[in-house]
T-cell receptor, first 112, second 110 residues
C-alpha cells in the first residue's frame, strides 16, 4: 500500500531533550516536506526537500533540522525542543513540484 | 509573497443546503491551487486541484484570476462532508513551496 508513515504518533518530552520524528514514504517520491499545524494558523511549512541531499527552509524553520540521506526518509530533528514547538506535525511527499501531496498521519508533540 | 486567505473559521449548514468555502490568494505569478480535506481522525488528503477541472464528491472549485479566488462549492451538503478544509497554493517556480490557508471547519447538521 502506497503511504507515508511517521513515528512516533504521540510524544511528550521536556525542554531541551533532543528528539527525532521519522518520516518514510514508499512511493519513490522526490519531494518531501514537513508542516506544523496550529489552531488558527493552519499548516505552515517547516522544511522541504526536492531530492536526496537537497533541502531548503520553509516558512518556519527556526529550531528544526532535517536531513535527506535516502529518497524514502526525511526525518525532522529538534535539537533542543521548547514549549512553543508543541504542535501537530505532518510529513508529506509528492512526485514532483506542484503535484498532489500525500500526507502522513501526523505526530502530536508536547514539549513541557 | 504567496498568501492564502480563508476568511471563515467555521461554516455551519444544514444537510441539503448549498455550501461555499471561500479562498482568496495573493501571488504574482500563475498559481497552482488545491483544496485539501481532513476528516475527523484522518490525515489530510487532496480533494481537488484547479488544473484537473474535476468534481470530487460533488465539490467543484473554479479559479477566478480576476478576483484571485478559488472558492469551493457544493450544491447540496451531506453530513459526511463535515471536515476541515484547507485551500493551498503552489507557485510555478519549479520548486516545491506549498502555502496553506488557516482552514475552514465545515459542520453539516442533519
Amino acid at each position: 500500500e502506497a503511504q507515508v508513515t511517521q513515528n512516533p504518533r504521540y510524544l511528550i518530552t521536556v525542554t531541551g531533550k533532543k528528539l527525532t520524528v521519522t518520516c518514510s514514504q514508499n512511493m519513490n517520491h522526490e519531494y518531501m516536506s514537513w508542516y506544523r499545524q496550529d489552531p488558527g494558523l493552519g499548516l505552515r511549512q517547516i522544511y522541504y526537500s526536492m531530492n536526496v541531499e537537497v533541502t531548503d527552509k520553509g516558512d518556519v524553520p527556526e529550531g528544526y533540522k532535517v536531513s535527506r540521506k535516502e529518497k524514502r526518509n526525511f526525518p525532522l530533528i529538534l535539537e533542543s525542543p521548547s514549549p512553543n514547538q508543541t504542535s501537530l506535525y505532518f510529513c508529506a511527499s509528492s512526485r514532483h513540484d506542484t503535484d498532489t501531496q500525500y500526507f502522513g498521519p501526523g505526530t502530536r508533540l508536547t514539549v513541557l | 509573497a504567496q498568501r492564502v486567505t480563508q476568511p471563515e473559521k467555521l461554516l455551519s449548514v444544514f444537510k441539503g443546503a448549498p455550501v461555499e468555502l471561500k479562498c482568496n490568494y495573493s501571488y504574482s505569478g500563475s498559481p497552482e491551487l488545491f483544496w485539501y480535506v481532513q476528516y475527523s481522525r484522518q490525515r489530510l488528503q487532496l480533494l481537488l486541484r484547479h488544473i484537473s477541472r474535476e468534481s470530487i464528491k460533488g465539490f467543484t472549485a473554479d479559479l477566478n484570476k480576476g478576483e484571485t479566488s478559488f472558492h469551493l462549492k457544493k450544491p447540496f451538503a451531506q453530513e459526511e462532508d463535515s471536515a476541515m478544509y484547507y485551500c493551498a497554493l503552489s507557485g510555478n517556480t519549479g520548486f516545491q513551496k506549498l502555502v496553506f490557508g488557516t482552514g475552514t471547519r465545515l459542520l453539516v447538521s442533519p
